[in-house]
Structures are given as structure tokens and as C-alpha cells.
T-cell receptor, first 118, second 109 residues
């Protein structure tokens, strides 16, 4: 199957700093990528839909100024957690769909990024 | 408002047994129902998916049963193995999926 990578796989940062997480589709193009947050033993919570070349669509309750999303190419989306605080510590997962495979196609998930804010 | 309800929250099955996880959805507009498997510290991976025009889909040891009138679907894992121990999520929707809360499956040897 297609591969989605994330970088870094884990990051520890100080409170108040910003952290950038990259999501790449390695062997397919994705006009749409999704960003999720997952707390321990909980489900995936969709944060935003990242659209190539346009503004991201954020879910209700997600602060767009705090979680900046940039989808600059068909294979790369980035999530920047600005002014991170301990409550932002979580497992962040991206996913992507193959643009050319149609609507009912598999959603490929990245391996996730563990963010710990001290 | 939770649009996809999943049960049970946890499940323990003996090796070789059948694992059954159930999901119910509310929005009749959903037209794509995937199941994902997630191991600790990893991203989810698609196991099997079904569209509402069929009532059952089987891939190896994994089967989805779909009941459109009841708005329910379930995952059956036949001959469960210790390697199947993971968290399973059902989801609904093709473009932007809504996930269930997950089921932690433990298969005892």
C-alpha cells in the first residue's frame, strides 16, 4: 500500500515554543490530508482538513491560530503547534488519500508524532 | 453528538476464537464504513471496508457484516491470534471519516 511518513516521530519542547510536524505522502499525490490528535486510550479526533493550495478547514473547537496548517504541495502538509503548552501534549497523526484513486479509496495514515510539552 | 458508537470498549478472546466488535451510526448519509487496526505508538492501518450496497465483505480472517436498516455494522475476526491484539476503530464516511471510540482486543495464547 501507499506510504505516509511523519517527521519527527517524537518531540519534546518547552512551554511557549512552537513545533512543526511534517506529513508526506511518499508515492502518491494527495490534494487532501487530515490531521488528527489522539490522547492515550482514546479515539482519533479530527482537527482539520488540509487542502493543497488553499486554507485548511478546522473542526469546531480547534484554534486555527494555534494549530497552523500549510499544504504547500501535493505530497507535503505541515502542522505547526504555536506557543505550545503542556495540554497540547498528545499523539498527532496525519492521513492522506490518493487523489487519483477516487472518493471511496483508502485513507493512509502516518505513523504519528508524539509531542511532549514540558 | 457522537455519530458512531462502538462496543465493547475492551475484549478478551482466547486464541482461535472469534472476536466481534460492533458499531452503530446515526447519519444515513454515510456511505463508506472502514475498520482500522492500531498498535501502540503507531498510526491506524486499514483492515477492511464496506459500502452499504452489500451486506457482508470478507477478506481472509476478517469479515464486515452490514445492516443498513439497523444502521449497524460489525467486524468479525475468525481464528483470532495473539498478533491480532490491538485497538480496533470503526469509522463512517468517505471524505472525512468519523471514528468510533475504539475497542482494545487482547487475544490470549
Amino acid at each position: 500500500g501507499a506510504v505516509v511518513s511523519q517527521h519527527p516521530s517524537w518531540v519534546i519542547c518547552k512551554s511557549g515554543t512552537s513545533v512543526k510536524i511534517e506529513c508526506r505522502s511518499l508515492d502518491f499525490q494527495a490534494t487532501t490530508m487530515f490531521w488528527y490528535r489522539q490522547f492515550p486510550k482514546q479515539s482519533l479526533m479530527l482537527m482539520a482538513t488540509s487542502n493543497e493550495g488553499s486554507k485548511a478547514t478546522y473542526e469546531q473547537g480547534v484554534e486555527k491560530d494555534k494549530f497552523l496548517i500549510n499544504h504547500a504541495s501535493l505530497t507535503l502538509s505541515t502542522l505547526t503547534v504555536t506557543s505550545a503548552h503542556p495540554e497540547d501534549s498528545s499523539f498527532y497523526i496525519c492521513s492522506a488519500r490518493d487523489t487519483l484513486a477516487g472518493l471511496y479509496n483508502e485513507q493512509f495514515f502516518g505513523p504519528g508524532t508524539r509531542l511532549t510539552v514540558l | 453528538q457522537q455519530q458512531v458508537k462502538q462496543s465493547p470498549q475492551s475484549l478478551i478472546v482466547q486464541k482461535g476464537g472469534i472476536s466481534i466488535i460492533n458499531c452503530a451510526y446515526e447519519n444515513t448519509a454515510f456511505d463508506y464504513f472502514p475498520w482500522y487496526q492500531q498498535f501502540p505508538g503507531k498510526g491506524p492501518a486499514l483492515l477492511i471496508a464496506i459500502r452499504p450496497d452489500v451486506s457482508e465483505k470478507k477478506e481472509g480472517r476478517f469479515t464486515i457484516s452490514f445492516n443498513k436498516s439497523a444502521k449497524q455494522f460489525s467486524l468479525h475476526i475468525m481464528d483470532s491470534q495473539p498478533g491480532d491484539s490491538a485497538t480496533y476503530f470503526c469509522a463512517a464516511g468517505a471524505g472525512k471519516s468519523t471514528f468510533g471510540d475504539g475497542t482494545t482486543l487482547t487475544v490470549k495464547p
